[in-house]
């Protein structure tokens, strides 16, 4: 059974840092770009950042660059978000996601072929 299982999210003060993990299961995890994409009330799945199924090239929205940071250990089948300087407009759910239909990692939830169930993730000001 194929499975992405996030963990990580929580409340915290704007100015903090979360760390979200998310380990798949099922799937060949080498051969799959990871992506991290979040949703909040009211708003459309937006990207977030991304990266490489083999090396570590990485893709950020402009909104999180510089804050946030992506990784993955393939050995741990398992990629992780650190998440900088939070602020209240990055609260929402955080969902990671799989695929590998492009050669690139890709900012369109559609490319993606595997989703996690999310966690949620509040920034208080």
């Known amino acids: 059974q194929v499975q992405l299982v996030e963990s990580g999210g929580g409340l915290v003060q704007a100015g903090g840092s979360l760390r979200l993990s998310c380990a798949a299961s099922?799937?060949?995890?080498?051969?799959?770009?990871m992506g991290w994409f979040r949703q909040a009330p009211g708003k459309e799945r937006e990207f977030v950042a991304a990266?490489?199924?083999?090396?570590?090239?990485?893709y950020y929205a402009d909104s999180v660059k510089g804050r946030f940071l992506i990784s993955r250990d393939n050995a741990k089948n398992t990629v992780y978000l650190q998440m900088n300087s939070l602020k209240p407009e990055d609260t929402a759910v955080y969902y990671c996601?799989?695929?590998?239909?492009?050669?690139?990692?890709?900012?369109?939830?559609?490319?993606?072929?595997?989703w996690g169930q999310g966690t949620q993730v509040t920034v208080s000001s």
């Open positions: 099922g799937l060949t995890f080498s051969n799959y770009h």
């Open positions: 996601a799989a695929g590998r239909r492009l050669w690139r990692p890709s900012a369109t939830p559609g490319d993606y072929d595997v």
């Open positions: 990266i490489r199924w083999s090396a570590p090239t990485t």
